[in-house]
């Protein structure tokens, strides 16, 4: 076993246990800890990648942004009830129906014959290239969304 | 490294997402699920774009803007989230059919 698999090994039992977590705590709180807990190791499987940008992007976004604005939002409302939160009815059909979708997903994975590869650098001169000449419409369009996005979320917040 | 690890992995980690949307009832826990279903799809993404060039950044681009929209999403379902909770003072989504007849 290589060193790469060990480490790759320990980050994805980090993400899988964050993920855990997230989808067993009664308490909201806790589970936006376990929420953060399961980003910031996805960035360290960005690393592994050698996607060293994207995890960047992925601790400033996900870590930095989403779990304070998270914490914000759950602070805003009523704390009483934070830490008996019960699951719907359908939870054992749920078990059985995500439990089946792993079976499905995982199948084609196993027959497939893709081997490793050796990883190449990617320097952010490229990415930054690439973003800026083949994918401009879409990075335009994104940025739009975002508007949007922006806009719908305080007409929505707004009171009335 | 095997692409297969990074297979399984994201794999995993989808199910537990779909399985989090299907069983929760607090509206913000449901969000944080997709946020897990969107980050398993951004690990498959970037992991195998590898193997259609070595850098694999058209993985990373994609995976980028996986988590611009991912962000638009959130604010916005907050918002409606924080209305949902003064109208009926609790976030249980079993609750929230006012929009149905």
Redesign the interface.
């Known amino acids: 076993m290589s060193g ?2 060990i480490v ?1 090994t320990i980050i ?1 039992a980090m ?2 246990f964050g ?2 977590g ?2 067993s705590t009664k308490n ?1 709180g806790h ?2 800890l376990y ?1 953060l807990i ?2 910031g190791s ?1 960035a360290g ?2 690393i ?4 060293e ?2 995890a960047l ?2 601790i400033l ?2 870590g930095g ?2 779990t304070i ?2 914490l914000f ?2 602070m ?3 704390v009483d ?1 934070f830490s008996s ?4 009815v ?2 054992p ?3 059985v ?3 089946l ?2 079976g499905v ?2 199948t084609p ?2 027959q497939e014959t ?9 320097n952010l001169r ?2 930054g290239h ?2 800026f000449t083949k ?1 401009l419409i ?1 990075f335009e369009v ?1 940025s739009l ?2 508007l ?3 806009i ?3 007409v ?2 707004r009171d009335d | ?9 994201s ?10 949307v ?5 509206a ?2 449901v969000l ?2 997709i ?2 279903i969107l ?1 398993a799809v ?2 498959n993404a ?2 195998y774009a ?2 259609i060039d ?8 994609i ?3 996986v ?10 379902a ?6 949902l ?1 003064s109208q009926q ?3 249980n ?2 609750e929230a059919n006012r929009m149905k007849w």
């Open positions: 790469e698999v790759f994805s993400v899988l993920a855990l997230v989808v909201v589970a936006t929420l399961t980003l996805v499987i960005f592994l990648l050698l996607a940008f994207l992007v992925q976004i996900y942004a989403i604005v998270l939002a759950l805003l409302t009523r009830e939160i019960k699951d719907a359908q939870r059909v749920a078990i129906v995500s439990v979708l792993l997903i995982i994975f196993l893709l081997g490793g590869q050796s990883l190449t650098e990617s490229t990415l690439e973003l994918w879409p994104a969304v975002l949007v996005a922006l719908g979320a305080i929505v917040g | 490294m095997e692409l297969i690890y990074f297979e399984l992995l794999a995993v980690l989808f199910s537990i997402g779909v399985y989090g299907l069983a929760r009832r607090h913000v826990l944080m699920s946020e897990l980050n951004t690990i970037v992991a590898t193997h070595a850098s694999g950044i058209t993985g990373q681009i995976a980028i803007f988590i611009t929209i991912a962000a638009a999403e959130f604010g916005l907050l918002a409606i989230i924080l209305r909770y003072s609790n976030a989504l079993d």
